[in-house]
């Protein structure tokens, strides 16, 4: 590998690295506006997307550009592809953040509206997800990947337990009908922001071990668990 090959990918990489800490920030704000009530999180959130738009398509121009450049291979181009995955997984969860944000304050604006049990769990379940994802990708960690991956499961359940009380609240009281629907909306936003960063730890486990999870968990991790440094 050159030089220059060297130093572009190392510089795409601490782009990738801070659009990571961007949409962490965002999805965190998000989820806590829809939680704890901090509305005012909103316009925060919703004012960041355009500098991780901006990002995403520096981070792809790039990319393409080092593809054509160098023409890497082996797992130099391995890598380049993996930085275009994630670039785009992680400007979804920037996008479904702020429609966390935005249902967060519609749901706010009926006070009597009771936040199911079970969603602060998914909430920070879904966070947690996010941020190993990040560390998994910083650290070329597969076992953290796939952890991320495993907890995809339990963020699963939590969205059918919403669900659930959303239909029942619904049919008990019509009333709570609208923010019922704001709150259903929610939830599978953050739901898919768990999905997308299950899909980043797929790629973690592509970019280290060069295998294609992707609908295939339950085969490979049959195999033993890899340890650092292998």
Known sequence: MSRYLIRDISEIHNRLIAQFALVEQMSDKATRALCDQRVELVDEVIRADADVDHNEVRIEEECLKLLALHQPVASDLRR????????SDLERIADLACNVAERAQCVHQHAWFPIPDALPEMATRSMTMVKQALDSFVQSNMPLARQVIQMDARVDELNLLIIEEMRNLMKQDPALVEPALHCFSATRHIE????????????????????????????YF?????????
């Not at 380049?80 to 670039?87: E, F, G, P, Q």
């Not at 922001?193 to 339950?218: C, F, K, S, T």
């Open 192 to 219: 898919r922001i768990a999905d997308h960063a299950e899909n980043i730890a797929e790629d973690v486990i592509y970019l280290v071990d060069g295998a294609i999870v992707r609908h295939n968990h339950n085969d």
């Open 80 to 87: 380049i592809a993996t930085v275009l995955k994630v670039n």
């Open 222 to 230: 049959t195999r033993p668990s890899p340890t650092m440094g292998e």
